[in-house]
């Protein structure tokens, strides 16, 4: 083999190594769902207003402003980061009122990841509550339009 050869196999399996590691450190991205609600959520207010919502927007933005707010509340206690990016498609689901619907599935989600975290127990009763809250005040919504 040649020596050209093996340093571009070696390159090659440097280049693997490193999107493996930004893979997984993309899985272990701290309150990535928390995060993206809150992402949605924000987003979900250019939704409200859709001409369909007309009879129930005033109802849907105050939960979502709610919601929103108590989710920056406790991330911002928590110090957590709330920067986020969504993938690509992850929109494809959805017919209408995307950002609301997604929303709905990271807090889900954000429980998900905060049952399995490791840390400061305050502050997770404090998360896990105003999960509750925001999913409760983004299903109101939800039924509102429907």
Excluded: C, N
Excluded at 45 to 54: F, H, T
Excluded at 85 to 104: C, I, M, N, V
Aim: net charge positive.
């Amino acid at each position: 083999m040649s020596q050209r050869s093996l340093v571009g196999k070696a390159v090659l399996a440097a280049l693997a190594g490193v999107v493996l590691a930004l893979v997984g450190q993309a899985r272990a991205e701290p309150h990535r769902a928390l995060r993206a609600a809150l992402f949605h959520m924000k987003e979900a207010r250019e939704e409200v207003k859709d001409e369909r919502l007309r009879a129930h927007r005033e109802r849907i933005e105050r939960d979502l402003t709610a919601g929103i707010r108590e989710i920056e509340g406790a991330m911002r206690e928590g110090k957590i980061e709330t920067r986020y990016e969504p993938s690509r498609g992850w929109d494809e689901k959805y017919k209408t009122f995307r950002h609301l619907r997604q929303a709905l599935v990271e807090l889900d989600e954000a429980r998900k990841e905060l049952e399995d975290e490791k840390g400061d127990w305050a502050r997770r009763k404090e998360l896990r509550q105003a999960i509750d809250d925001a999913h409760g005040h983004i299903a109101d919504a939800l039924k509102e339009i429907k």
